[in-house]
């Protein structure tokens, strides 16, 4: 009798056990499914919601059209020249400048101006051949090898390499010098006026030697800053320290 008893106890305990871990079990269970349950449906919001929106506002006076142009923009740069060798724009003389360069100013220029129309000077062709190049020029002309406009205060005489320079007048070799613009250089004087031969390419006479109309100073050579021009000298006369057309001294009948 006391075995059955002690049977349906130890019976009753393990049944009694066994509901309390089924218990814990499913309890355990619901808890896992709920916390997965709400990281996916966290997770599932994050991805699907929209991103918050920037608030752009445009007003109308922003919105330009394509290929309109812009209206208060002013072009600042400069349009390139293609044609590099074309010669650059006179320069304008004023009115009154233009009057003012007719007048003579300086009184060394009104004493060459006197002097230069009661000298005896009497000049004959630097070159056997009277080729004038390009004649003296108060007025600015333009020169090819320095792309600019300036006055012509002499008369180049075109000749070939080698060609003998001859004296233009009697005078006294006062100086004999050389220079970036203008070559070999032979001065020679005749009273007032000074006679200057540019452009030599050899130099036959020397600084105080005295020398007669016809004879030979030097040959042709180059003249630098008229490169681009034909083989000539360049030859300018100085009256008072003032330029005048070496032309006007040279008679006709030669």
């Not at 919105?63 to 590099?84: C, H, K, M, W, Y």
């Not at 090819?144 to 080698?162: E, S």
């Not at 006679?195 to 630098?224: E, F």
Request: glycine share 6%; hydrophobic share 35%.
């Amino acid at each position: 009798m006391s075995d059955y008893y002690s049977r349906n106890n130890r019976s009753s305990r393990r049944k009694r056990r066994s509901g309390r871990e089924r218990f814990g079990f499913y309890t355990a269970a619901f808890i896992c499914l709920a916390a997965v349950g709400m990281a996916v449906y966290s997770t599932y919001n994050t991805i699907s919601a929209p991103p918050a929106a920037t608030k752009i506002e445009i007003t109308t006076q922003e919105v330009q059209a394509v290929n309109e142009f812009v209206q208060g923009v002013t072009e600042s740069i400069p349009v390139p020249r293609l044609d590099s060798t074309s010669a650059p724009e006179q320069p304008e003389i004023a009115p009154t400048q233009a009057a003012a360069s007719t007048i003579p100013t300086a009184t060394g220029e009104s004493e060459a101006l006197r002097t230069m129309l009661s000298t005896d000077l009497s000049l004959s062709y630097p070159l056997k051949n009277p080729n004038v190049l390009r004649a003296f020029s108060k007025d600015s002309t333009y020169f090819k090898t320095l792309n600019v406009w300036r006055p012509h205060t002499g008369v180049d005489f075109a000749g070939d390499l080698g060609d003998d320079v001859l004296a233009m007048c009697d005078g006294t070799v006062t100086k004999i010098h050389e220079d970036k613009l203008y070559g070999k250089i032979i001065e020679i004087s005749h009273n007032e006026a000074v006679c200057v031969y540019s452009g030599l390419g050899s130099v036959d006479v020397k600084a105080g030697q005295n020398v007669k109309s016809g004879d030979k100073i030097g040959t042709v050579g180059a003249v630098p800053f008229e490169a681009a021009d034909e083989n000539h000298i360049h030859v300018s006369v100085k009256i008072n320290e003032a330029y005048a057309d070496p032309m006007s001294f040279i008679s006709n009948e030669d």
